[in-house]
């Protein structure tokens, strides 16, 4: 029998990987990781990164997300939906003009939470950034260049 995972908004862990960005730890289990991603008007957003083993879906609950995959850059809309593949990369933040809240879930889950701490320790001055590209084998989250996003992250703060 399955085992159901019931997750209280209260007890959820809420944490900060940059100014006006939160990121709501919901659920990390062997099937899944899930979390929801409040960032502001005006964040930055998260950089070029892929995966090589999970895919990570984003479902937009309000306002809109700028969104890389791959070689394509979208702006998905409340009630949006996207899947990434594993390998494909990707990169969000919130639209021009927008804050975004988005649900966002890996499967297969590998235990990221641990992650989203050391993000938010570095973002705390508590933790030297170097050690997020170290722990890229761990977390499964490599951070490549992506000139594209890079331009379309300016566009949006012009």
Same mark, same amino acid.
């Given at each position: 029998?399955?085992?159901?995972?019931?997750?209280? %908004?209260a007890a959820a862990e809420v944490l900060s990987d940059a100014p006006g960005s939160l990121i709501t730890l919901l659920a990390?289990?062997?099937?899944?990781?899930?979390?929801?991603?409040?960032?502001?008007?005006?964040?930055?957003?998260? =950089?070029?990164?892929?995966?090589?083993? %999970?895919?990570?879906?984003?479902?937009?609950?309000?306002?809109?997300?700028?969104?890389?995959?791959?070689?394509?850059?979208h702006t998905l809309e409340t009630g949006d939906f996207l899947a990434v593949p594993p390998t494909v990369p990707h990169a969000?933040? =919130?639209?021009?003009?927008?804050?975004?809240?988005?649900?966002?879930?890996?499967?297969?889950?590998?235990?990221?939470?641990?992650?989203?701490?050391?993000?938010?320790?570095?973002?705390?001055?508590?933790?030297? =950034?170097?050690?997020?590209?170290?722990?890229?084998?761990?977390?499964?989250?490599?951070?490549?260049?992506? =000139?594209?996003?890079?331009?379309?992250?300016?566009?949006?703060?012009?």
């Amino acid at each position: 029998m399955s085992e159901t995972t019931l997750i209280r %908004a209260a007890a959820a862990e809420v944490l900060s990987d940059a100014p006006g960005s939160l990121i709501t730890l919901l659920a990390d289990s062997g099937g899944f990781t899930t979390n929801r991603a409040t960032l502001n008007e005006g964040v930055f957003g998260t =950089p070029a990164h892929f995966h090589t083993r %999970a895919t990570e879906f984003f479902f937009v609950l309000g306002g809109a997300l700028h969104v890389l995959a791959g070689d394509d850059l979208h702006t998905l809309e409340t009630g949006d939906f996207l899947a990434v593949p594993p390998t494909v990369p990707h990169a969000f933040g =919130p639209a021009a003009g927008s804050a975004a809240d988005v649900l966002v879930v890996f499967t297969p889950g590998m235990d990221r939470f641990d992650y989203y701490r050391l993000l938010d320790r570095v973002a705390r001055g508590e933790a030297d =950034p170097k050690e997020i590209a170290a722990s890229s084998e761990q977390y499964d989250n490599h951070y490549v260049d992506s =000139p594209r996003w890079r331009q379309a992250r300016a566009d949006a703060a012009a």
